[in-house]
Nanobody, 121 residues
Framework: QVQLVESGGGLVQAGDSLRLSCAAS????????MGWFRQAPGKERGFVAS????????RYADSVKGRFTISRDGAKNTVYLQINGLKPEDTAVYYC??????????????WGQGTQVTVSS
């Protein structure tokens, strides 16, 4: 059984940085691709970033390239999302997700409960 628990969100000012963490339970983390998604108020949940099982491949939404960095730590069963230069439009609930595959193909199979990030101008 997979359980994903996000942390690290909060209320920050524009220009600040945050690091979101997602702790994964279960034995499949090391062989699974992981991803981050976000849902802003009044909008559908959308893709932010993903990382392959080995960490050697990553993909980002165009809107976050250069500011967001996804990484993973196999020893801690944790995936991170480093966010720099936060903007008010980054305000959203951020969700961690796990794929039932080594690469981020199709839609994720498991979701966390989300962590709120609010950016004030």
């Amino acid at each position: 059984q997979v359980q994903l628990v996000e942390s690290g969100g909060g209320l920050v000012q524009a220009g600040d940085s945050l690091r979101l963490s997602c702790a994964a339970s279960g034995r499949t983390f090391s062989s699974s691709a992981m991803g981050w998604f976000r849902q802003a108020p009044g909008k559908e949940r959308g893709f932010v970033a993903s990382i392959s099982w080995s960490g050697r491949s990553t993909r980002y939404a165009d809107s976050v390239k250069g500011r967001f960095t996804i990484s993973r730590d196999g020893a801690k069963n944790t995936v991170y999302l480093q966010i720099n230069g936060l903007k008010p439009e980054d305000t959203a609930v951020y969700y961690c997700a796990q794929y039932d595959s080594r690469y981020y193909l199709g839609k994720p199979d498991y979701w966390g409960q989300g962590t709120q990030v609010t950016v004030s101008s």
